[in-house]
């Protein structure tokens, strides 16, 4: 970001201090192009904030979203893969093992890959979570 773009944002997010309650529905609907949600003036200001920094800087990552939708359902839980470690899995009575090298690398096959989800599709021939095949992705037990 330029400093020009720094201090626009800067002056942007000061300027809703300042908004009346009308002003700043008006502007989630013209940044957002959804509905005003039903909050309080100063529960919309930080929304508000929040949207304008993330228009500015690209929001959230693919990676966290993704984090934060499933932490919400509450039905599975990912372990993340880290480096050093080893992932095994038997598919057609095969031993297939994934390490994760120490720059986050995923190495199957004496090959590097980008995801787990690829080495999965490319063991199966099938679209499969690689978290899932592996065994990082549980499903949450119901409490009793």
Do not use: Y
Not at 31 to 38: C, D, H, I, K
Not at 122 to 144: D, E, M, N, Y
């Amino acid at each position: 970001m330029t400093q020009r773009g720094k201090c626009d944002l800067e002056h942007e997010l000061a300027a809703l201090e300042a908004m009346p309650l009308a002003q700043l529905r008006e502007r989630w609907s013209s940044l957002t192009g959804r509905p005003v949600p039903r909050v309080s003036a100063a529960l919309l200001r930080l929304a508000l904030a929040w949207e304008v920094q993330a228009a500015a800087h690209g929001g959230l990552s693919r990676q966290v979203q993704q984090t934060l939708d499933q932490l919400a359902a509450g039905k599975t839980e990912t372990r993340r893969h880290e480096p050093g470690m080893r992932l095994m899995r038997e598919w057609n009575g095969v031993l297939h093992v994934v390490t994760i090298g120490d720059d986050g690398a995923i190495c199957w096959n004496d090959r590097t890959w980008n995801s787990l989800s690829s080495v999965a599709r490319a063991i199966t021939g099938t679209r499969w979570s690689g978290p899932a095949f592996f065994g990082l992705k549980q499903h949450k037990k119901k409490a009793a």
